[in-house]
């Protein structure tokens, strides 16, 4: 279980331009008494293709961190242009802010931002050269991907496990080799004995206006096959592409990353950049 939980992160300073400082309202919760500071930091993604053009924006530590719900301000310079592509200021990108506990990551928010110009001419022919100063970023804020990692706190029992428990019962017990052998052999004969029973005889004369490709049978058999009867081959036809479509639909919905993340408490203290986080009658220091 972690320590520490990010309840909500709120963007302060959206929509703004691109040279503006990004400012987040970010609120969490601390379980335990932590004997070391919390590391956060924001990154620019500079690029698609490559990332050797991100950027750690800034990063600051928080701490002493006391027990319960805490609300503190993080403001970050904007991306230096030199180090990224011309041709990818504009566009989408992304934004990644992250916290760490003793060098190790253990929460991550990812953010879509989209830069464009301020008017729909210069979105509709932008200029070779790109106009900074006419460029704002739009953070999508409604839709963060949250991603949080297990690791290890102040005490070894915190620390996630690495390897399966160990299981020294099974190895007291018999082996079983030849139990599990035999079932697969006796599974193996009545597959083959149901295979055989349901073959076909092959017909190497081609079967001309029969409707379906289940529809073939011996010589001199009369084509008894109803309406009723093809209908009902549809029908089933159908009934198993739709299940086919509902448990693809389904493994589409699993795994999804994204975590819609709550408001925050208002167990609430502020500060600015180098001030003071305050809980009540706590005091987080922002270094």
Known sequence: MSVVSLLGVKILNNSAKFNDKYEFEITF?????????????????????????????????????????????FEADPPNLSKIPASEILGVTVI???CSYDGREFVRVGYYVNNEYDSEELNAEPPAKPIIDRVRRNILAEKPRVTRFAIKWDSEDSAPAEFPPEQPEADIQDDDAEKYGAEEVELEQALVKEYNELEVPEEDEEMEGVEGDNAVKPEGEEDDVSEAGSEDLEADTSG??????????????????DVEMGEGEDGEAKTGRGGKVMQGQHEVMVH
């Open 96 to 98: 990644l802010l992250s």
């Open 29 to 73: 919760e601390c379980l335990e008494q932590l004997q070391k500071d919390l590391e956060w930091k924001l990154v620019y993604v500079g690029s698609a293709t490559s990332s050797d053009h991100d950027q750690e924006l800034d990063s600051l530590l928080v701490g002493p961190i006391p027990v319960g719900v805490n609300k503190f301000i």
């Open 240 to 257: 198993s592409e739709d299940e086919e479509e509902g448990e693809e639909e389904g493994e589409e919905g699993e795994g999804d990353g």
